[in-house]
Each structure stands twice: as C-alpha cells, then as structure tokens.
C-alpha cells in the first residue's frame, strides 16, 4: 500500500497528499487531490479537550461515569416505554449479518431481522410481517 501512495504521490501532478499527523494517531493519514488541493484538516475541539482532559487526571473519569450513568438512565427510560406497548414489533436492520445475530435479535424478540444493503421492497415487506398481527388483531 505504501509504495502505491509514494507512487502516486510522486506524480505530476501527485493525486495524494500526506495529510499531517493528529494528536492521538500513530498512523499517517492521506488524502486524495482528485477535486483539488486539499486544506490541512484541524483535530476537532473535542479531541483537543479530551487530550488535556486526561492530563487533568480524575475529571475524565467523572466525566466518562457522568455518561454511563446518562446512558444507563436513557436505557432506564426506553424499557419502560416499551413496557407500555409489548406487542410493539421490533425490526432490526443491521450491516452485520449471521445465525448468532439473528438467533440472539430473536431471543429478545426482534420480530424481523434486515442485513444490508438494505432494499425497499424488503423493508416494506419486513415491516408488513411484523405489523399483520397487530392489524389483524384491530378492530373493525
């Protein structure tokens, strides 16, 4: 891979540039020049905030346990909504695929299971499945 990006580096005019290296990162990363040069790209504040937030010691930690107790409130919050409406049909639609995924969605009571890439016609019809007992069950 590297001797095809010092190609192509090399080149006139280069079709890829070295982009430079990201507080945190230990590898190079590149960029194409097909539409152009391309500006230096700036870590996101929030990188920058997590680097000095480490230095600052034990505020990173309280930080991280303030999120998990965050998440774990909102996942608090979610089951009871769902509690509100059991015959609810879950459809997943996941870009991971296999047995053990679709065996465990269904031990939880996933009603349908969708792989990508995902097609129209197969979500509509995943989605009739999983609704026709509950219109079925609606009365007239």
Do not use: C, N
């Not at 070295?18 to 504040?45: C, D, I, M, N």
């Not at 010691?57 to 909504?81: T, V």
């Not at 509690?83 to 939880?108: H, N």
């Amino acid at each position: 891979m590297q001797s095809s990006l010092q190609h192509l580096m090399k080149r006139e005019p280069p079709l890829v540039k070295v982009l430079p290296r990201q507080p945190g990162t230990k590898e190079a990363r590149y960029a194409h020049l097909l539409s152009g040069e391309v500006e230096s790209v700036e870590p996101k504040p929030d990188v920058v905030a997590g680097a000095t937030t480490i230095s600052a010691g034990g505020e990173r930690i309280a930080h991280l346990e303030e999120e998990i107790a965050s998440l774990h409130k909102e996942i608090a919050d979610l089951r009871q909504q769902f509690a509100q409406w059991p015959e609810l049909p879950i459809v997943l639609m996941s870009g991971y695929s296999g047995a053990q995924l679709t065996e465990r969605a269904r031990a939880v009571g996933v009603a349908e299971v969708l792989r990508k890439p995902l097609v129209r016609r197969d979500i509509a019809e995943a989605l009739g499945r999983a609704l026709r007992p509950a219109i079925a069950a609606t009365p007239k």
